[in-house]
């Protein structure tokens, strides 16, 4: 992959900020856009904005395809059986609360069980919570191993066949390792429980096959993956997504109204109440145009060998703890400096042009775990470079030194 070549593509990365070129190491937050995303989004402003469904008017048409296009691309992105079982969403968070709202409320009773780990960002903790109280279930997590890995003995003896839902992210937020979701997938399934997968870290950086995975539910985020901010997508086999009732109510997604009952669509329509995000899928479904042009397969060995560099140079420097497993790992590094605040890290770090970020990554169970209040996480993406890593090291030697500490 020619990283200058890439670069070239996303106009944010051309500025210095407080006098210094910008490093952007915050891609796990939120990536930076191609200009072809931009376009894409200016275009469908400026030529083709409609109203979807509703019209037969010659922009109501182009509006109506584009969106329409945008189902396609993200259905075979994923490798989808087919478009109807991807449901346009404000992003991960929305499509996790669908699943728990719709499907794990309708399923779930006293005695049984949802399965998650301390590992979860909100957006896969809190729906789980609030679905096991309002259903009596009971909520259990897979324990993890010291490294913040998984293991597959503690998935068996967790998951029971009492359990309904399983729910794990591919890729940790926080501690950056990827995680063995077709065989935590493969035990939900023996013991009669569904699979959701958050894929919102996971999506951008490496190929996903949800029928290859065979998970029943997977969430990913558009403004993760070079799309704009908004726009997310829930995959759904068909036959769960048929069953579950919407949980959003008015225009679009209804089939019939009487004064006193009403009827839904088929899906993936009954999902999607509302004048959708209609620029936002545009966006989306021209970022995987750019990401499939470049190669997903690229990307990810781009990424390995970023996190690989990243984490030999800051293993060299005392009093960085990293966090994580050193081996199987996506394009993040989360780390502490001995005695110096998170929050001190990145001020000082953005005096030098270099964007990280700090604070507990909407984790709080999982900094419990690790026993921290908070930690700094550089992440990295396909427009990331060694030497912007060699920066980032240099950076944390400077603050080192502001704070009083002896260099090394």
Not at 248 to 253: L, V
Not at 319 to 329: A, D, F, Q, S
Not at 365 to 375: D, G, K, Y
Request: with cysteine; aromatic share 8%.
């Amino acid at each position: 992959m020619n990283i200058e070549a890439v670069r070239e593509h996303f106009p944010i990365l051309h500025q210095e900020i407080n006098g210094h070129p910008l490093v952007y190491l915050d891609s796990a937050a939120s990536s930076q856009k191609p200009r072809s995303v931009i376009d894409a989004v200016s275009r469908y402003y400026e030529q083709d904005h409609s109203n979807v469904h509703r019209g037969v008017h010659t922009l109501g048409s182009r509006a109506t395809d584009a969106y329409e296009g945008a189902r396609e691309k993200v259905a075979k992105f994923l490798n989808a059986a087919a478009p109807e079982e991807i449901i346009f969403t404000r992003g991960t968070t929305t499509a996790l609360n669908l699943v728990a709202s719709s499907y794990a409320r309708s399923v779930c009773k006293e005695g049984d069980e949802i399965v998650i780990t301390p590992m979860e960002h909100h957006a896969n903790l809190i729906p789980w919570q609030q679905a096991a109280k309002a259903t009596g279930a009971t909520l259990k997590y897979i324990p993890l191993q010291p490294d913040g890995t998984i293991s597959l003995a503690d998935v068996e003896a967790t998951v029971t066949a009492n359990t309904k839902v399983v729910a794990v992210t591919y890729v940790s937020n926080v501690l950056g390792g990827v995680n063995p979701i077709k065989e935590i997938t493969s035990i939900a399934h023996r013991n009669g429980a569904v699979m959701v997968v958050d894929g919102a870290q996971s999506t951008p950086h490496k190929k996903v096959d949800v029928q290859d995975i065979d998970c029943d539910f997977y969430a990913l985020s558009g403004h993760k993956m070079c799309g704009p901010t908004g726009i997310g997508a829930l995959y759904g086999k068909k036959a769960l997504l048929s069953n579950m009732e919407p949980i959003e109510f008015g225009g679009e997604m209804i089939d019939t109204v009487d004064l006193y009952e009403s009827t839904w669509k088929d899906i993936p329509y009954r999902f999607e109440g509302g004048t959708p995000i209609i620029a936002g899928a545009v966006g989306l479904g021209a970022a995987i145009d750019f990401l499939e042009q470049i190669g997903m397969d690229e990307i990810d060995q781009h990424e390995k060998r970023l996190a690989a560099y990243a984490y030999d140079r800051l293993s060299t420097i005392d009093g960085v703890t990293i966090y994580g497993p050193k081996e199987n790992r996506v394009g993040l590094i989360t780390f502490n400096v001995d005695d110096i605040h998170p929050h001190d890290v990145s001020t000082v770090l953005d005096a030098e042009g270099i964007a990280i970020r700090a604070g507990h990554h909407c984790c709080q169970p999982l900094m419990r775990w690790l026993n921290v209040s908070s930690t700094a996480r550089a992440s990295f993406y396909l427009y990331n470079t060694e030497e912007e890593i060699d920066r980032l090291v240099d950076g944390l030697l400077k603050t080192k030194e502001f704070f009083g500490y002896a260099i090394g």
